[in-house]
C-alpha cells in the first residue's frame, strides 16, 4: 500500500510570508501528526488529528495551526514565518494513535530566508 | 512536562563493534517505541515494547524496557556500515496520543 505523502519537498520562502504544507496518510489510518526536526532541537511534536479533531497540540506559538479532512488528509499552515522556522517537517500517520506505530513521510524542508 | 532523554548523543564506533543507546523518561511510559532515521531520510519504525522488563530482539537488535516502565535501551551487536543513523525512543505522553520523541543518538560506524 501506498506510503504517507508530504508535499511539497522542499519550500523556500521569505520572513513574513505563510506556508501550507499538506500530508496525505496511509490508507484507513485516522490519526495524523505534524513534527518539526531541526538540528538542535530534535523531534517537537506540533499536534496530532484524528478524525478531524484536535486531539493534542504541542508548544508551539499560533502562527502553527493545523486541520483534518474526512478523507484523513491533513494540512498545516505556518503564519508570518520567522527565521527559526526553517527545518524538516514531518507528518506521521497512525491506526489509531499513541499505541500503534507511526508511519513517517519524507517530510517537507522549509527554508526560511 | 515529560522529557525523554537519550544518551550518548553521538556514538562512534569500528565496524564489528557492539553499540548501546539509553533511553529515560520523566515519567511511565505506557509504551516506548524505537525508530530509525537514516541521514536524509525520514523516522521509520523499529518495534515497539509494552510489558514491564520486555525484551524482544531483531537480528543483532535487542530492546529491553526498564521494569518501572522509565527507561529502554537499543543494544546493536557487531555493528555494520547499514546501522548508521539516528535511533530515537519515543513514548506517548500521560494517557494522550501525544507521542514524544527522544533526544536521539546518532550512530557513526567506520569500516
Known amino acids: 500500500k501506498a506510503g504517507v505523502t508530504q508535499t511539497p519537498r522542499y519550500l523556500i520562502k521569505t520572513r513574513g510570508q505563510q506556508v501550507t504544507l499538506s500530508c496525505s496518510p496511509i490508507?484507513?489510518?485516522?490519526?495524523v501528526s505534524w513534527y518539526q526536526q531541526t538540528p538542535g532541537q530534535g523531534l517537537q511534536f506540533l499536534f496530532e488529528?484524528?478524525?478531524?479533531?484536535?486531539?493534542n497540540k504541542g508548544n508551539f506559538p499560533g502562527r502553527f495551526s493545523g486541520r483534518q479532512f474526512s478523507n484523513s488528509r491533513s494540512e498545516m499552515n505556518v503564519s508570518t514565518l520567522e527565521l527559526g522556522d526553517s527545518a524538516l517537517y514531518l507528518c506521521?500517520?497512525?491506526?489509531?494513535?499513541?499505541?500503534?506505530?507511526?508511519?513517517f513521510g519524507q517530510g517537507t524542508r522549509l527554508t526560511v530566508v | 512536562g515529560q522529557q525523554v532523554m537519550q544518551i550518548p548523543q553521538y556514538q562512534h564506533v569500528q565496524e564489528g563493534e557492539d553499540f548501546t543507546t539509553y533511553c529515560n523518561s520523566s515519567?511511565?511510559?505506557?509504551?516506548i517505541q524505537w525508530y530509525k532515521q537514516r541521514p536524509g531520510g525520514h523516522p521509520v519504525f523499529l518495534i515497539q515494547?509494552?510489558?514491564?522488563?520486555e525484551v524482544k530482539k531483531q537480528k543483532r537488535l535487542t530492546f529491553q524496557f526498564g521494569e518501572a516502565k522509565k527507561n529502554s535501551s537499543l543494544h546493536i551487536t557487531a555493528t555494520q556500515t547499514t546501522d548508521v543513523g539516528t535511533y530515537f525512543c519515543?513514548?506517548?505522553?500521560?494517557?494522550?496520543?501525544?507521542?514524544?520523541f527522544g533526544t536521539g543518538t546518532r550512530l557513526q560506524v567506520f569500516p
Open positions: 506521521a500517520s497512525s491506526f489509531f494513535g499513541r499505541d500503534t506505530e507511526a508511519f
Open positions: 490508507s484507513g489510518h485516522r490519526s
Open positions: 488529528y484524528f478524525s478531524e479533531t484536535q486531539r
Open positions: 515519567t511511565t511510559l505506557s509504551n
Open positions: 515494547l509494552v510489558k514491564s522488563g
Open positions: 519515543a513514548g506517548p505522553r500521560g494517557n494522550t496520543d501525544k507521542l514524544i
